[in-house]
């Protein structure tokens, strides 16, 4: 049976590489398959091995009149707001296989099967405590618009107006929209509809509304219908383990094996808002 071979495979040195590669696919789907990827913070320092790292967000500077500084015989500090995040969620996924269900089954790459099935797993779980840390910290806007775009607009100026210390305006480039399955498809509808001519109705993403970025997910926490944010507003850093299979003792079974650890947490909470359904 060609699973017996691949079984065997892995329990000779050869394997090592084997797995390498898979452990490397692992790495990047994480990548490429999330949009928690493309919007979160990238710029972390310290070491996710560690068990924490660190995003820091820097006060803008303030003039002052021409000799203050002078006259104080210093110049003014310059004030930062780090927010370390701890990789305190660990998980794992480990599965058994039986020899004799491969040879009942007579599946080819099984472990080939697995692997994918549980870097999706692992995508899932990234990708909704993603949109759960951003939308328990972002602002409820409340929108007195039927329109789809002109809801869409209010949630864009709501970050785009931001002003505060760390703030003085967004530019919309800088601003990602993620809209639930159904807002999506009002959205779509709605260009299909007004901008047909300029729209490609067989094109599945709209990408971009009045200079924001738009995506479309089912995994955004339930009743949120919109979440706009200013993207690395959400930090989460992922660490993935080497993905493993071995021999269980004393049986004939194997074990497939993914252990990961990640932490989230907002590092821009102000510049995250969401319309949720009334």
């Known amino acids: ?70 006259a104080g015989g210093r110049g003014v500090s310059v004030t930062a707001r780090p927010v370390v995040v701890l990789l305190d969620k660990d998980r794992e996924i480990v599965e058994e296989i039986e020899e004799k269900d491969t040879l009942f089954y007579g599946v080819d790459g099984l472990l080939e099967n697995r692997s994918l099935n549980h870097r999706k797993t692992m995508v899932r779980e990234l990708e909704r405590a993603f949109f759960a840390e951003a939308a328990e910290h972002a602002t409820e806007v409340s929108s007195a618009f039927a329109d789809i775009d002109a809801q869409l607009e209010q949630l864009i100026q709501t970050i785009e107006n931001t002003r505060n210390d760390f703030v003085d305006g967004v530019d919309r480039d800088m601003i990602s929209i993620v809209l639930d399955t159904a ?22 993403e709209c990408g971009v509304f009045h200079g924001v970025k738009v995506f479309s997910s089912v995994y955004l926490p339930s009743g949120v219908q919109m979440l706009a944010m200013v993207d690395g507003s959400v930090a ?4 993935p383990r080497q993905y493993t299979a071995e021999k269980v003792p004393l049986s004939e079974a194997f074990a497939v094996s993914l252990f990961y650890y990640y932490g989230v947490a907002a590092v821009m909470p102000d510049l995250i808002a969401k319309v949720v359904a009334e």
């Open 236 to 239: 989460m850093p992922v660490l």
């Open 1 to 70: 049976m060609s699973r017996v071979e691949s079984l065997s495979i892995l329990l000779d040195t050869a394997g090592s590489d084997y797995l390498a590669e898979l452990y490397g696919t692992v790495i990047d789907t994480v990548q490429k398959s999330t949009i928690s990827s493309i919007l979160k913070n990238k710029d972390l320092s310290g070491d996710p091995a560690s068990g924490s790292v660190e995003a820091k967000r820097f006060a803008n500077a303030k003039s002052e009149a021409y000799g203050t500084a002078r």
């Open 183 to 204: 807002t999506y498809g009002r959205l779509r509808n709605m260009l299909d509809t007004v901008y047909s001519a300029n729209i490609d109705v067989g094109t599945p």
